[in-house]
């Protein structure tokens, strides 16, 4: 009995691990990048072009391809250049397919969206945009063109409409060039035949792009914030299907509410809720080499169980069937940079990274007037309806909110989270704390069901580097397959869109 549980352990390590393997190096996303090529090629050797896309995939997975719904007034171009700056793409206007056709205006409209289409695909077969992607102007501009468009392979990772109200301060974003009409009356703008015209094609082109359509209020912003704000969005990849478990990391000082807020996440998503501070406890209570170590601790003042110690207490759990099976949610650690960094070479990594800003003026002024009942253990606060001033209700104070641990652990705290914002860079979240805890609650779910950035902006630690001198001959390796060249037949080549 004692081998079948083991051998079930070890499966559900692995299990883990494999999957952790795939959400950090993004496997299900390129293979479905794959399969999305393979249904629109249809090519006559599919392991051939596998064996050609698949570089290239890898390559395309962070590349923008989007395509850019506006009013006709909007300064769209303006906001292309932005765009084209943030994300390195090259914007591409119906005056630039048309060029590359070599269609004029008067042609029939299916027709020329086919040309259209044919145009765009060969700009993309030609290579030029393999490295930096696109952005479509004005294109497509109804539905039928849009379905031609996706025929031919020509598939976005984003469609952002733009939402412009009619209220006077969001005109400074209309069309600036002085020969345009526009510049002159603006007012007249939405009653123009050309933005009714737009108006009939937005719902079918906002039907055909549902899924990976993103809406953006203009607002009073400028064209340069607005551009800023679009870019980030499109820097979020749509959601593949892949099969994923929350295993997240709420970072933030004591006082910041992370222990409340990681309770609440655990019991909305049915997770783990993993609280350093207690499991540190306990293991310092146990009979074992490691709560040895960890008693030792207590009579240093001011010293630390090193990372490497803090790791082991955080594995054993992280490890447990429960977090392999339900994902978790961990509140209290890391508690240094060194400490993420071999939190990330576990076999189940953090793949949400939540910092949780909160003034340290709050954090100290939570802590010092906190109070616990001394019979119920109910928590108190000194300024808020529930304390109760009764004889019989005796509040203390806990011993790690006196005024001198409150302060070394707020220094530690704000000694150790620049290195730690600057180790997670992109694939990390900031929510201010500062704000009531139901809009706190709201802004975390709301990044929960966004797709995770990728972990992999997060190196732990550099490659080993291999010196080509200790590499020894091998006589009995395969050899090299370009000597077969001369002898087999030459495999087909493909071009890419």
Avoid at 113 to 134: F, Q, T, V
Avoid at 471 to 485: A, G, K, L, R, T
Wanted: glycine residues 4%; charged residues 30%.
């Amino acid at each position: 009995m004692a081998g079948l549980q083991d051998a079930e352990n070890r499966a559900r390590i692995n299990n883990a691990k494999f999957l952790a393997y795939m959400e950090k190096h993004r496997i299900y996303e390129l293979f479905y990048e794959m399969a999305t090529q393979l249904m629109i090629q249809k090519p006559d050797d599919h392991f051939v072009f596998m064996k050609q896309y698949l570089p290239l995939a890898a390559k395309r997975l962070d590349i923008a391809k989007i395509i850019l719904l506006a009013p006709q007034y909007f300064d769209r171009m303006s906001l292309a250049k932005v765009l084209q700056e943030e994300l390195d793409v090259q914007p591409l206007t119906l005056k630039d397919l048309r060029k590359a056709c070599s269609k004029n205006d008067d042609t029939c409209h299916c027709e020329e969206s086919e040309d259209l289409a044919r145009a765009m695909r060969e700009i993309l077969e030609s290579g030029a945009l393999h490295e930096c992607g696109w952005l479509l102007v004005d294109l497509p501009r109804t539905r039928e063109e849009a379905r031609i468009f996706q025929r031919a392979g020509i598939i976005p990772t984003h469609v952002i409409q733009l939402i412009v109200s009619n209220e006077s301060e969001n005109w400074e974003n209309v069309c600036t060039d002085i020969a345009c009409p526009h510049s002159r009356n603006p007012k007249r703008i939405t009653n123009g035949p050309k933005h009714r015209r737009y108006l009939r094609n937005l719902r079918d082109l906002c039907e055909v792009y549902a899924h990976c359509l993103i809406e953006v209020e203009v607002g009073i912003r400028s064209i340069d914030e607005l551009g800023k704000d679009c870019a980030k969005l499109a820097r979020r990849k749509k959601h593949s299907g892949a099969p994923s478990l929350f295993r997240i990391a709420l970072i933030g000082s004591r006082g910041s509410g992370c222990t409340t807020l990681a309770k609440y996440l655990a019991e909305r998503f049915n997770l783990v809720h993993i609280d350093y501070n207690y499991i540190e406890e306990q293991a310092r209570l146990q009979q074992n080499p490691l709560g040895e170590m960890l008693r030792s601790f207590e009579y240093k003042w001011g010293e630390r169980p090193k990372p490497e110690i803090r790791i082991q207490i955080v594995e054993r759990y992280i490890r447990g069937y429960e977090c392999l099976k339900k994902g978790w949610v961990l509140s209290g650690y890391p508690k240094t940079v060194e400490d993420f960094k071999l939190l990330d070479l576990s076999i189940t990594p953090p793949n949400r990274v939540i910092f949780v800003e909160v003034n340290g003026d709050v954090c100290r002024q939570r802590l010092l007037n906190r109070r616990y009942n001394i019979t119920t253990g109910s928590k108190h606060h000194l300024s808020t309806s529930n304390y109760v001033t009764n004889d019989n209700c005796k509040l203390g104070i806990h011993p790690k909110d006196f005024r001198l641990i409150v302060e070394r652990d707020l220094q530690e705290y704000e000694e150790s989270v620049a290195d730690m914002m600057e180790y997670a860079g992109e694939s990390a979240v900031k929510i201010d704390g500062n704000e009531e805890e139901r809009i706190v609650r709201e802004k975390v779910e709301a990044n929960l069901m966004c797709p995770p950035p990728s972990s992999q902006l997060r190196v732990p630690k550099p490659p080993p580097v291999i010196d080509p001198m200790s590499i020894e001959f091998n006589p009995f390796d395969e050899p090299d397959p370009s000597v077969f060249d001369n002898i087999r037949a030459p495999e087909p080549t493909y071009n890419f869109i």
